[in-house]
T-cell receptor, first 108, second 112 residues
């Protein structure tokens, strides 16, 4: 089976940097993805890591360590619009499993 | 491009009623998925279809059936709705494998 752990809530100040961690257990591993979901909205894809290291996309970066079964999403220069839930997701042998999500609140 | 379209957006049912949630994508994606999302539970996979003509159970398939009608359409049926099936249902699609999933806007379903 597959399971993921991420913090349920994080609060950060506008303009700051925040890191959202994700640890996983999976039978077979093909990659770690991150999705953003605003309240009442649909999840949208942010990033994907198949190999160890850092992937950067604008203000967002995602990191993966396969040996540690660990990854994180890094959000820089936080903006109020970044307030949302963030889900990590693991691709195993057959399907993708989502974590329970981290609700990020950005405060002025 | 419409992307992934789900209908209806909202629905209220009585216990025991049946209904079908519709999903269509116009991105020529091979794989389609149905998830339910409950508070604090994240997204849980109900059924998926890796390609046209195939369907497989996900994490929480009990009480549901699916049909991959063609490459574009993937429907979810509740044969006898129960209050425990009150949830937000999302349909998603992708090219397959570890490619990004594209989600519809969701169907908010309440069962009384």
């Amino acid at each position: 089976g597959q399971s993921l752990e991420q913090p349920s809530e994080v609060t950060a100040v506008e303009g700051a940097i925040v890191q959202i961690n994700c640890t996983y257990q999976t039978s077979g591993f093909y990659g770690l993805s991150w999705y953003q979901q605003h309240d009442g909205g649909a999840p949208t894809f942010l990033s994907y890591n198949a190999l160890d290291g850092l992937e950067e996309t604008g203000r967002f970066s995602s990191f993966l360590s396969r040996s540690d079964s660990y990854g994180y999403l890094l959000l820089q220069e936080l903006q109020m619009k970044d307030s949302a839930s963030y889900f990590c997701a693991v691709k195993g042998y057959q399907k993708v499993t989502f974590g329970t999500g981290t609700k990020l609140q950005v405060i002025p | 491009n419409a992307g992934v379209t789900q209908t209806p957006k909202f629905q209220v049912l009585k216990t025991g009623q049946s209904m079908t949630l519709q999903c269509a994508q116009d991105m020529n994606h091979n794989s389609m998925y149905w998830y339910r999302q409950d508070p604090g539970m994240g997204l849980r996979l109900i059924y998926y279809s890796a390609s046209e003509g195939t369907t497989d159970k996900g994490e929480v398939p009990n009480g549901y059936n699916v049909s991959r009608l063609n490459k574009r359409e993937f429907s979810l049926r509740l044969e006898s709705a129960a209050p425990s099936q009150t949830s937000v249902y999302f349909c998603a699609s992708n090219l397959g494998g570890n490619q990004p999933q594209h989600f519809g806007d969701g169907t908010r379903l309440s069962i009384l």
